[in-house]
């Protein structure tokens, strides 16, 4: 096939390996809640996906993208095109699920969703533990940790990790955790470079994945951010100078940096373009004019969970409503 990119893997702490980007499958948010694939959608966006060099797949349950990214795998091991081992699902047990026992029974859940044997990473998704109704629950999440890792003891993930912890909490599961996670999900763009919690995960031997890698590049719920847009300046004369668009310098931005990009798209121009970014390298001085970006500005931060005693990031003067709760 000719826009086949082989895509280097990273070798993680427990010995296995991560292909170098994945790919983003959250639909979104509307006034109805999370936006659903209709008449599969996504299982067609994973099919071309697979056949363009794609083997990494990030989803969570309540993503509600598990069952198609499941259904697509199948069919493409079916066909012949790859075995299970060549694909790493990343998926992340949701904040109702947080208890000891709930965390096995949520694993399996997504195995009967997706048809598979084993996802190949499990990750917390939050450190915030809800009781079903979405009230807060005084469930520690080392607790969550232990059921994490008897999901792993029970080979029903490969690999165990943390998504949107804070440096404090992260080394709370390393000290007290009887195993190490692998990996750390957090949001990462030229407006959230997140250089001291990427230097501390990576010291201790944690792989680093970067979500909303595009940032301000790109619209987000409706609207325009402030921030660097697909023309400006630094941006462009980067790309130009490699051949490459501004999306393309940004994840290779994020790869240089030994961050795996995780970017969402739907469009099959885009995937191509997102995943071609392994024929070029930026100098050290092209990464920091890109640093230069920061603000520390989240896109998603879950400011109505702020009273909640393991919110992870810093509080705001007026949290947004709680969309889980109407
Ligand atoms: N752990 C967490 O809490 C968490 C939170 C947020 C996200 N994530 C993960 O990270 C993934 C990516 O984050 P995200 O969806 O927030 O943001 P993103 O990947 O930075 O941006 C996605 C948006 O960019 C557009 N796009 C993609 N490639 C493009 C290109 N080359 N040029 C122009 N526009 C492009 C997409 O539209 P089209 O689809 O139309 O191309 C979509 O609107 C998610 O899907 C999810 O898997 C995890």
């Known amino acids: 096939m000719s826009s086949f990119v082989d895509v280097p893997k990273i070798k993680m702490l427990d010995g296995r390996e991560m292909p170098g980007i994945g790919l983003g499958t959250y639909l979104g948010f509307d006034k109805n809640g999370v936006v659903k694939s209709i008449d599969k959608q996504l299982r067609d966006v994973v099919l071309d996906a ?15 993208t598990e069952a198609e990214i499941g259904e697509a795998i199948r069919m493409k091991i079916d066909e012949g095109v790859v075995k299970r081992e060549d694909v790493f699902i990343t998926t992340k047990l949701w ?18 969703k997706t048809g598979l ?3 190949d990473l499990f990750l917390i998704h939050w450190p915030i533990g809800l009781n079903a109704d979405y009230s807060y629950s005084d469930v520690d999440y080392l607790e969550t940790w232990r059921g994490m890792e008897d999901v792993q003891r029970l080979g029903l993930a490969k690999s165990i990790g943390v ?20 990996a750390l999900q957090i949001e990462v763009h030229p407006q959230i470079i997140q250089k001291d919690l990427i230097s501390f995960a990576r010291s ?3 792989v680093v ?52 990009p995780l970017p ?32 520390n500005t989240r896109y998603t931060m879950p400011s109505f969970w702020q009273t909640h005693q393991h919110y992870p990031f810093e509080k705001v003067a007026k949290p947004i409503p709680d ?3 109407g």
């Open 50 to 64: 697979i056949d363009i060099g794609y083997r990494h797949f990030d989803t969570a349950s309540i993503y509600d």
């Open 95 to 112: 904040n109702t699920q947080h208890r000891r026992e709930e965390v096995v029974t949520a694993m399996r859940e997504v195995l009967n």
């Open 117 to 119: 044997n084993y996802v």
């Open 163 to 182: 998504s949107n912890f804070n440096k404090e909490q992260l080394q709370r599961v390393i000290n007290e955790g009887t195993v190490k996670p692998v």
């Open 204 to 206: 201790q031997g944690l």
């Open 209 to 260: 994945l970067g979500y909303s890698p595009f940032g301000s590049l790109v619209m987000r719920y409706g609207m325009r951010f402030p921030g660097p847009r697909m023309d400006d300046p630094a941006l462009v004369s980067i790309a130009e100078k490699y051949g490459k668009t501004p999306a393309q310098v940004v994840l290779r931005w994020v790869v240089d940096r030994h961050v795996v």
């Open 264 to 295: 969402k798209t739907v469009n099959h121009k885009r995937l191509v373009e997102n995943i071609s970014i392994f024929d070029f390298k930026l100098t050290d001085e092209e990464i920091e004019r890109i640093n230069q970006f920061n603000s």
């Open 323 to 325: 969309p889980f709760r």
